[in-house]
Nanobody
Framework: QVQLAESGGGVVQAGGSLRLSCAAS????????MGWFRQAPGKEREFVAA????????SYVDSVKGRFTISRDNAKNTVYLQMNSLKPEDTAVYYC???????????????????WGQGTQVTVSS
């Protein structure tokens, strides 16, 4: 069992930066692929980024490549999402998720993640 809690959301002007954190409880964090998703009002939940268990491999949706960076600290049971050059279209509730299956593939599909945080709101004003 893994429990996740996001923090770091807020309101920022376009072009600004935010760093989201996701603290995990449970012994399986270091063996779990971790992902970030987001959901804007009236839209489906969208994959943003994923990171391998060691942190050596990452994957991003095209719209955030070069602007967002996912990282993890297994000693602190925490995964991060550094978001730079934010745009109004990045406005959404951001969720972190853990893949508890043990697979090593960086899946982009929400249904393949077993554990979810409660989400943190990110609002980018123009």
């Amino acid at each position: 069992q893994v429990q996740l809690a996001e923090s770091g959301g807020g309101v920022v002007q376009a072009g600004g930066s935010l760093r989201l954190s996701c603290a995990a409880s449970g012994r399986t964090f270091s063996r779990s692929v971790m992902g970030w998703f987001r959901q804007a009002p009236g839209k489906e939940r969208e994959f943003v980024a994923a990171i391998s268990t060691s942190g050596g491999r990452t994957s991003y949706v095209d719209s955030v490549k070069g602007r967002f960076t996912i990282s993890r600290d297994n000693a602190k049971n925490t995964v991060y999402l550094q978001m730079n050059s934010l745009k109004p279209e990045d406005t959404a509730v951001y969720y972190c998720a853990a893949d508890g299956s043990g697979r090593l593939v960086l899946t982009t599909k929400a249904y393949e993640y077993d554990y979810w945080g409660q989400g943190t709101q990110v609002t980018v004003s123009s």
